[in-house]
């Protein structure tokens, strides 16, 4: 394992590897961007740029894998991502397709950090067995150290469902961005 005493230079790439192992680094140039191979996907590690300029300093995402369902009216959990943070801001993206088993029923999405709500959505369909989208943005500042985020869910009555594997029209995703300022 080679041990780096000073500093390393990587050879800018045009495109990413296309099939990297865990561990791999390399620099982007068509995004300005350094990469590492994690066992989740690449993650964006730094922006290249003037200093203070600002940046993408890490991407998080994670999908949901498997059919799921609730018929919970209290805050569930869907998604959970961990981010060790440099200190800064987040930016949270999140977004839903599901249906629900009653016409008249609603759902509702919402993303915390570390526990505390930080925004929420409403999903008002309009009849049942019918995919309907929810997404939310924000941006939350968090001290550096680790994060537990969060992609929560709730119906107003009966059961909603959240089908990837057997329903190719729905799905849940929870994006976290780490940005210089």
């Known amino acids: ?14 495109v990413d590897p296309a099939s990297p192992v865990v561990g791999s680094l390399w620099y982007n140039s068509a995004t300005d961007q350094v990469m590492l191979q994690s066992a989740d996907g690449a993650i964006a590690m730094a922006q290249v740029g003037a200093p203070g300029s600002g940046g993408l300093v890490q991407e998080r995402e994670i999908e949901l ?34 249906t629900t088993s009653y016409s008249g029923a609603s759902y509702s999405l919402r ?7 930080v925004k929420g959505a409403g999903v008002y369909p309009g009849t049942s067995s019918v995919p309907m989208c929810g997404s939310l943005t924000c941006k939350k500042t968090v001290a550096a ?7 929560q869910w709730r119906v107003s009555r009966n059961t909603l469902y959240c089908q990837p594997v057997s329903q190719d029209d729905e799905h849940a995703t929870l994006l976290v961005e780490e940005v210089s300022v």
């Open 1 to 14: 394992m080679p041990n780096v005493i000073d500093i390393i230079q990587l050879d800018p790439q045009l």
């Open 65 to 98: 894998q498997a059919d799921t369902q609730t018929t919970s009216t209290t805050w569930a959990d869907l998604l959970t991502l961990s981010v060790t943070t440099t200190g800064g801001a987040l930016l949270l993206y999140a977004d839903i397709s599901a």
């Open 111 to 117: 993303v915390t950090v570390d526990g505390v709500a």
């Open 145 to 151: 150290g680790t994060h537990t985020v969060k992609l």
